[in-house]
């Protein structure tokens, strides 16, 4: 169980990751703050029930920040430009920097393409929260392959269903198992 300081910690930085969505400077407004960071906090819960070691406050925080780099700065290099909006925000809360740390390296980690060892259980289940989310989000992924892809429906149907098999192929056996039944409606349809 979070203590209550810890819980003021993660209601701060969902309020700041809802706020920040909400700024009309935000790059994807506001429909991201639903469709995926919510998502994702949820499957993050899912699956730290599955992981008893995890550190739940950690890899709340975690997956409410993964994307904030995307939501001011863009997706190139949002891994990067999070990890920094993360530490500045956590020290402005005075949150213990070693915590900060492996919350960073969470967010360093997160993207799929972006290959590397996922050595701690905290970030493997952010990593894993965040693809699996995908498959919640049909209409986000058509968005993006028809309105920034700029694709005709035959490229969008493949290139989401692509985008859904590796993502499914670079998830962990635990999460495999919670998304396998969504994933395969998925690849029957899009087949
Ligand atoms: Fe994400």
């Known amino acids: 169980?979070?203590?209550?300081?810890?819980?003021?910690?993660?209601d701060e930085i969902q309020r700041f990751v809802e706020k920040e969505c909400k700024n009309p400077k935000s790059k994807y407004g506001y429909e991201p703050f639903e469709n995926h960071f919510i998502p994702v906090v949820e499957y993050s819960k899912t699956l730290l029930k599955k992981e008893k070691n995890a550190d739940e406050e950690i890899v709340e925080i975690a997956a409410w920040l993964h994307d904030i780099g995307s939501i001011i700065y863009g997706r190139e290099n949002h891994h990067?430009?999070?990890?920094?909006?993360?530490?500045?925000?956590?020290r402005e809360l005075n949150y213990p920097e070693e915590k900060i740390e492996i919350i960073k390296k969470c967010i360093l980690n997160h993207r799929g393409s972006v290959e590397k060892i996922r050595e701690s259980v905290e970030?493997?289940?952010?990593a894993d929260a965040d693809g699996m989310a995908?498959?919640?989000?049909?209409?986000?992924?058509?968005?993006?392959?028809?309105?920034?892809?700029?694709?005709?429906?035959?490229?969008?149907?493949?290139?989401?269903?692509?985008?859904?098999?590796?993502?499914?192929?670079k998830l962990s056996l635990n999460a495999k198992e919670i998304i396998k039944p969504k994933f395969e409606a998925i690849m029957l349809v899009l087949r």
């Open 134 to 169: 995908n498959f919640d989000n049909l209409p986000g992924m058509f968005m993006a392959a028809f309105v920034y892809e700029n694709k005709n429906q035959k490229e969008a149907r493949n290139s989401v269903r692509e985008k859904l098999q590796n993502c499914f192929n």
């Open 80 to 90: 990067l430009t999070g990890a920094e909006i993360a530490e500045r925000k956590l």
């Open 1 to 10: 169980m979070n203590s209550d300081n810890e819980k003021n910690v993660i």
């Open 123 to 126: 970030k493997q289940i952010v």
